[in-house]
């Protein structure tokens, strides 16, 4: 097990994968989890605190030496750490081991398969098992991609196996209703990033009401949403109205 030891703050990173940023001549580091990396790349994993190790952008991980405030503005123009530690995440390189690409593949791979089963359906309506849908992907040979989006995959996949596999894709009906101030209307644009198509959009009883169709899969991003910080001073529910067949793929 990899360990660094920074004196800095005194903060042992235990399991640590180094993500180093190259920009404007400079070098920036962020302390990363393994095998979480890919994760966040591809969107399965959502939460910075689970992929990151310390809220710290470094010059250098092995000695503790920590950008500073000033240094992050003249590169990034901006001194928002949070900001600037997604930046290194999303641009920055690092070195994978065989077996962490091994398992970081296996990991999205079955997340891909688990996305499609909960967003698909047989012809007669009925669930497909997820071992069923691994061997579908498998036999048409679909391959993962590590620095992809996981959406862009699950569509990939389900163009992918609709021609060995007869399935009908379907959405959830969900109905949000939040109150009718400009943060309500802030947080249901927000919500609406997740949707498909919206169904209505109306003022009930004083509070904003807004009724969408969403792929499955998006249902978790928008429980996400609903419990970020941002938005706790606001009432607000989200709760399933119904599953909705749509168009069949064939």
């Given at each position: 097990m990899t360990s660094i030891f920074t004196p800095t703050?005194?903060?042992?990173?235990?399991?640590?994968?180094?993500?180093?940023?190259?920009?404007?001549?400079?070098?920036?580091?962020?302390?990363?989890?393994?095998?979480?990396?890919?994760?966040?790349?591809?969107?399965?994993?959502?939460?910075?605190?689970?992929?990151?190790?310390?809220?710290?952008?470094?010059?250098?991980?092995a000695t503790g030496s920590i950008a500073t405030k000033k240094e992050l503005l003249e590169t990034f123009g901006t001194e928002d750490i949070v900001s600037v530690i997604k930046k290194i995440l999303t641009n920055g390189t690092y070195q994978?081991?065989?077996?962490?690409?091994?398992?970081?593949?296996?990991?999205?791979?079955?997340?891909?398969?688990s996305t499609i089963t909960s967003s698909v359906v047989s012809p007669q309506n009925n669930m497909y098992p997820q071992s069923m849908i691994e061997k579908a992907l498998k036999e048409v040979h679909f391959?993962?991609?590590?620095?992809?989006?996981?959406?862009k995959q699950v569509k990939e996949g389900i163009n992918k196996i609709k021609t060995i596999l007869?399935?009908?894709?379907?959405?959830?009906?969900?109905?949000?209703?939040?109150?009718?101030?400009?943060?309500?209307?802030?947080?249901?644009?927000?919500?609406?990033?997740?949707?498909?198509?919206?169904?209505?959009?109306?003022?009930?009883?004083?509070?904003?009401q807004i009724i969408l169709k969403i792929k499955p899969e998006n249902f978790h991003q928008l429980d996400l949403l609903a419990n970020d910080q941002r938005w706790s001073n606001i009432q607000k529910t989200i709760s399933i109205d119904k599953y909705h067949n749509i168009d069949r793929i064939t």
């Amino acid at each position: 097990m990899t360990s660094i030891f920074t004196p800095t703050n005194q903060i042992r990173f235990t399991n640590v994968a180094v993500v180093r940023h190259k920009i404007k001549g400079k070098k920036f580091e962020v302390a990363c989890y393994r095998n979480k990396i890919a994760g966040w790349r591809s969107g399965i994993e959502t939460k910075l605190e689970d992929v990151i190790q310390s809220n710290q952008v470094f010059k250098d991980v092995a000695t503790g030496s920590i950008a500073t405030k000033k240094e992050l503005l003249e590169t990034f123009g901006t001194e928002d750490i949070v900001s600037v530690i997604k930046k290194i995440l999303t641009n920055g390189t690092y070195q994978m081991s065989d077996k962490e690409r091994e398992e970081a593949l296996s990991s999205i791979f079955k997340t891909v398969a688990s996305t499609i089963t909960s967003s698909v359906v047989s012809p007669q309506n009925n669930m497909y098992p997820q071992s069923m849908i691994e061997k579908a992907l498998k036999e048409v040979h679909f391959k993962v991609n590590l620095g992809q989006n996981i959406r862009k995959q699950v569509k990939e996949g389900i163009n992918k196996i609709k021609t060995i596999l007869p399935i009908v894709e379907f959405k959830m009906i969900v109905r949000i209703l939040v109150e009718n101030t400009d943060v309500g209307e802030e947080f249901t644009k927000k919500c609406l990033e997740y949707s498909d198509e919206v169904v209505s959009d109306e003022v009930v009883g004083g509070d904003k009401q807004i009724i969408l169709k969403i792929k499955p899969e998006n249902f978790h991003q928008l429980d996400l949403l609903a419990n970020d910080q941002r938005w706790s001073n606001i009432q607000k529910t989200i709760s399933i109205d119904k599953y909705h067949n749509i168009d069949r793929i064939t």
